[in-house]
């Protein structure tokens, strides 16, 4: 990874106008928005605000962490149960790869 952000932020230092500089940026940006997300660390939050709600909620596997916010609200962090992967992991080294042939 380091050099694709090598690559292109010397590309963008050597370029001329605003849209090549915007080019390369938005390039590097890229890598780390959608396709570097690691789908292991979502999770989900509950609000409970009484017993039987926090009682149900606590027993189930995915529970996690809570945290107190007042007498009558507690957040509940919950593990997902189930991932999906939507990018396959080689998709990215194939982008990657792709990328650096068309700037080199």
Request: with cysteine.
């Amino acid at each position: 990874m380091k050099p694709y952000i090598d690559l292109h932020t010397q590309l963008r230092t050597k370029a001329t106008t605003d849209f090549e500089k915007d080019v390369f940026k938005l390039m590097v940006n890229s890598c780390f928005e959608k396709t570097m997300e690691n789908v292991r660390k979502r999770c989900n939050i509950r609000l409970a605000s009484n017993q039987k709600s926090l009682k149900k909620l606590t027993i189930k596997p995915n529970f996690e962490h809570v945290t107190l916010f007042s007498e009558n609200l507690v957040t509940l962090l919950m593990k997902k149960t189930e991932l999906v992967f939507i990018k396959p992991v080689l998709f990215r080294y194939i982008t990657f790869r792709f990328e650096q042939n068309i700037f080199v």
